[in-house]
Every structure is written in C-alpha cells, then in structure tokens.
C-alpha cells in the first residue's frame, strides 16, 4: 500500500480492516479518525499522530524484542483506546498525555521518554515484563485492573529523581517528540521547563504515594511499603529544596526544619518502619555505644562488662554490677531503658510488616 493510498483512507475517517504490518510508516496523521482492527504489527511508526482518534483492537505488537523504537515520537494525545495490544513494542519520546487506555497490554514493552500525564489506564491493563524508563507518571490514573508493579520501573526510579534526564525531557521535546507541546484544548500549554525542574520534588513525592495507595489497595504490600518509603524521601528532598524558594513562607521554612530533621533520622534509624537492617544496625550500635559510655563512667567496669549491662537495659533489665553509681549513669540507665523499650516496639512493628509481606 502506497503513502498516497494510506492518505486517502485517513481522509475517510474511517479505517477498518485495514493490514499495515511490516510497513514504515512516517509522519502520517489519523487525528481524528476512527481505527477498527486495524494491524500494525511489526510496523514501525515515526512522527505520527493519532491524537483525539478512536482505536478499537488496534495491534501495535512485535513478534520479539528490538533494539530501535517501533513507535518513535508517536502521539496518542487524548486518544481512545479500547482493546489495543503494544506487546514487545519498542516505544520512544511518544505522547499519552489525555488518552484513555482500557483493557490494553503492554507486556514485554519498552517505553522510554513517554509521557503519560493525566492518561487513564481503565478495564484490565497487562504490564508483565514490560520496562518504563524515562516516563512521566504524573497525575496519570491506574484503575483497579492496571497491574503495573514495582518490577516495571525500570532501575526502580521514575524521572523526576534525575535532573538532567527529566530537564531533557522537558527541553528536548520539542526535538525528540512529538512537536510543541499543546493542552487539552489544543493551546500552547503555559509552562516553564524550568519551574517544572524546581517542581520536580513535590511532582515525584505526588507519583509515588499514589502508586503507594495503588498497590496497598491491590494487596501487593512489598512494593506498596517500598513506594511509601521512596514517597516519604521526595518529600523531604521537595522541603529541602523549598528551603531556596523566596516564594515560601518563612514561618513555613522554620516549621520544615524540623520536618526535614525528623525524616532524615526516621529514615537513617529504621527505614521509615520498613527496614529491617536498618532497625537491627540500629539496635546494636545503641548497645555498643552505651556500653562503651559505662566502661569509660564506671572505671571498675571492663568493656565486656559494660556490654553486657548494656543489653540488660536494652530489656528493661536491672544490673546488680553497678553499685553506688554517679547521679549521670542512673539518668544514662533510665535513657538506655527507654530507647530499648521503644526500639523494641518498632521492632516488633517492622517484624510484623515483613511477616505480612511473605
């Protein structure tokens, strides 16, 4: 089938039937057009558009893994989709942005540098192997059978956490992808690269405490734990980084000091409340160095012999060793205490979570 054939079947508006697998298909525009089982498999599109188009079993698979992109710099801007298949497709710098995708697999795909902001994954949406790297989840919606899991982030990031990717992304657009980016309404969107570098922070802690409900919602505790924690880090680099913001507040700036403390150090101690190393390091560092503050205070006291009154107050345990002691190892003794009795209970806590997760 010729270029001049395939325009005058996007002039109907209608397409049906239709085989263009194996083709090279470039810079062809079925905007607007309605598209019923029409094949694309093994095809390769290039700067082509399906933007506000309906698509009903449309089959965009490859027969097996490539290493160039099958769809490069395609958009799919506010498209319908319905049934449509991209398994083991090789996608680059495409646009999703507005559609909305309902029953579709992705399995075994490669979508690198896509946008998917404010896109609905409705109805049952397969992502099994597939690997997303370089993506923009921002505001995008999975429905209840979206299986998108912790295992299709690739290297386990999303690209607001790389600066220079995510400013290529932003800046290069206009180069690698789909042309000037455009709104809902079809205007120039009102946008800034650079606020949205600045931004990025707040954007990432937003994507991962979705994904977090997201999977707590679908039973899948380990990645919805694992989510909960890198949304809890976004939120501590976003105060950081407003700490610099002449727009925020001061008061607001005092207050996320604090913040920024308590996060830092419920992530260094205990992960958050779900790391188990980090809890147990923890744990007997405390010992060690309490240990190490009675062998220096109590001079009768060998090392060992501190270690193990040590592990006795981690318990809440009272030691008949120490004996007319000074007012400051009574008050070290109570301190110790305490933080076992506490750490104890988070370790409990961490304990439970890990058993729950098997």
Not at 42 to 66: I, K, P, Q, W, Y
Not at 78 to 106: G, H, L, Q, V
Not at 155 to 181: C, E, M, N, P, S
């Amino acid at each position: 089938m010729t270029t001049s054939e395939i325009q005058s079947l996007i002039a109907t508006k209608q397409l049906r039937d239709l085989d263009f697998g194996g083709m090279t298909l470039e810079e062809l525009d079925f905007s607007g057009c309605t598209l019923v089982n029409v094949n694309f498999k093994n095809a390769t599109l290039r700067h082509c558009r399906f933007d506000e188009a309906t698509l009903d079993s449309c089959d965009f698979d490859h027969s097996g893994r490539v290493a160039e992109p099958t769809l490069q710099s395609v958009s799919f801007k506010k498209a319908a989709m319905e049934n449509c298949r991209f398994r083991y497709a090789n996608i680059a710098w495409s646009d999703f942005r507005y559609a909305r995708i309902n029953n579709a697999t992705f399995e075994d795909s490669t979508v690198d540098f896509s946008d998917f902001y404010r896109c609905f994954f409705e109805g049952v949406v397969l992502y099994k192997h597939a690997a997303f790297s370089n993506c923009s989840f921002f505001n995008t919606y999975f429905g209840d059978g979206a299986n998108i899991r912790r295992e299709n982030l690739f290297r386990d990031r999303i690209i607001q956490q790389d600066k220079q990717a995510y400013t290529k992304f932003l800046v290069d657009w206009h180069d690698f992808g789909t042309g000037v980016r455009t709104n809902d309404r079809r205007e120039v969107s009102d946008w800034s690269p650079d606020a949205s570098v600045k931004a990025r922070w707040a954007d990432a802690e937003d994507i991962y405490k979705t994904l977090n409900g997201l999977w707590a919602g679908k039973g899948y505790i380990a990645d919805a734990n694992w989510a909960y924690v890198q949304g809890r880090r976004m939120e501590r680099r976003r105060m950081m980084s407003q700490m610099s913001d002449p727009s925020v507040k001061t008061g607001t700036k005092i207050a996320n000091v604090w913040r920024i403390i308590g996060n830092g150090l419920s992530d260094l101690f205990f992960g958050y409340g779900e790391s188990m190393f980090k809890m147990i390091l923890t744990y007997i560092i405390t010992v060690l160095v309490f240990a190490f503050i009675f062998s220096e205070e109590v001079s009768l006291l060998k090392y060992v012999e501190a270690l193990g009154i040590s592990l006795k107050n981690m318990a809440g345990m009272d030691s008949d060793v120490l004996h007319d002691v000074s007012p400051l190892v009574d008050m070290l003794n109570l301190i110790q205490t305490t933080i076992g009795i506490l750490l104890t209970g988070i370790f409990g806590f961490i304990l439970g979570n890990k058993i729950r997760n098997q």
